[in-house]
T-cell receptor, first 117, second 116 residues
Framework: AQSVAQPEDQVNVAEGNPLTVKCTYS??????LFWYVQYPNRGLQFLLK??????LVKGSYGFEAEFNKSQTSFHLKKPSALVSDSALYFC???????????????FGKGTTLSVSS | SQTIHQWPATLVQPVGSPLSLECTVE??????LYWYRQAAGRGLQLLFY??????ISSEVPQNLSASRPQDRQFILSSKKLLLSDSGFYLC???????????????FGQGTRLTVV
């Protein structure tokens, strides 16, 4: 079975500091991994995804994520946080072995990022 | 470009009343469509997904049902709402081409449902 864990309910950082939001996954085969951001009372916005290739993936708004197969992790990072980055962040996974067109993403519980000025 | 519309944005309904939430996608054909529920501003629970007209898969047994009467229309319904149906409902789509399982999903703006 596929699953995603986001071990931190909340991450607090000061503006200008680097940020990391953690994500670990469990799948039967090789994973497809995604990060989304959600602002209050809004839908989820796609940030980036890992399919194959380079372990460091660059996405929207200066975010990047590092895929680590041995640690089964896909942590979201940003070199310099902005107050406007404050939001709820979701990690999601889909198993490559589940090769059905309808298969949905499985989401973690989310991590609230709070960036202080 | 593709867009997804979801309405209404907010809804307050009494217990026992019916529900109909609508989601439509523009700019693409034969999308995969999904309904998720987000409780207490946290995790997302997949409720239903559809790979084509009239094809609905249910992920969890519940008081809700879904229908896909047209290719780009996905409806979430209930005959009698319960208090526990309150939450934030999100519709999503992604490309439905066979083999493209690595595509991301795109979400609507959500419907905040409060059952009173």
């Amino acid at each position: 079975a596929q699953s995603v864990a986001q071990p931190e309910d909340q991450v607090n950082v000061a503006e200008g500091n680097p940020l990391t939001v953690k994500c670990t996954y469990s799948v039967s085969g090789n994973p497809y991994l995604f990060w989304y951001v959600q602002y209050p009372n809004r839908g989820l916005q796609f940030l980036l995804k890992y399919i194959t290739g380079d372990n460091l993936v660059k996405g929207s708004y200066g975010f990047e994520a590092e895929f680590n197969k041995s640690q089964t992790s896909f942590h979201l990072k940003k070199p310099s946080a902005l107050v406007s980055d404050s939001a709820l962040y979701f990690c999601a996974v889909r198993d490559m072995l589940t090769n059905q067109a309808g298969t949905a993403l499985i989401f973690g519980k989310g991590t609230t990022l709070s960036v202080s000025s | 470009s593709q867009t997804i519309h979801q309405w209404p944005a907010t809804l307050v309904q009494p217990v026992g009343s019916p529900l109909s939430l609508e989601c439509t996608v523009e700019g693409t054909s034969n999308p995969n469509l999904y309904w998720y529920r987000q409780a207490a501003g946290r995790g997302l629970q997949l409720l239903f997904y559809s790979v084509g007209i009239g094809q609905i898969s249910s992920e969890v047994p519940q008081n809700l049902s879904a229908s896909r009467p047209q290719d780009r229309q996905f409806i979430l319904s209930s005959k009698k709402l319960l208090l526990s149906d309150s939450g934030f409902y999100l519709c999503a789509w992604r490309r439905g081409l066979i083999g493209e399982v690595n595509t991301e999903a795109f979400f609507g703006q959500g419907t905040r449902l409060t059952v009173v």
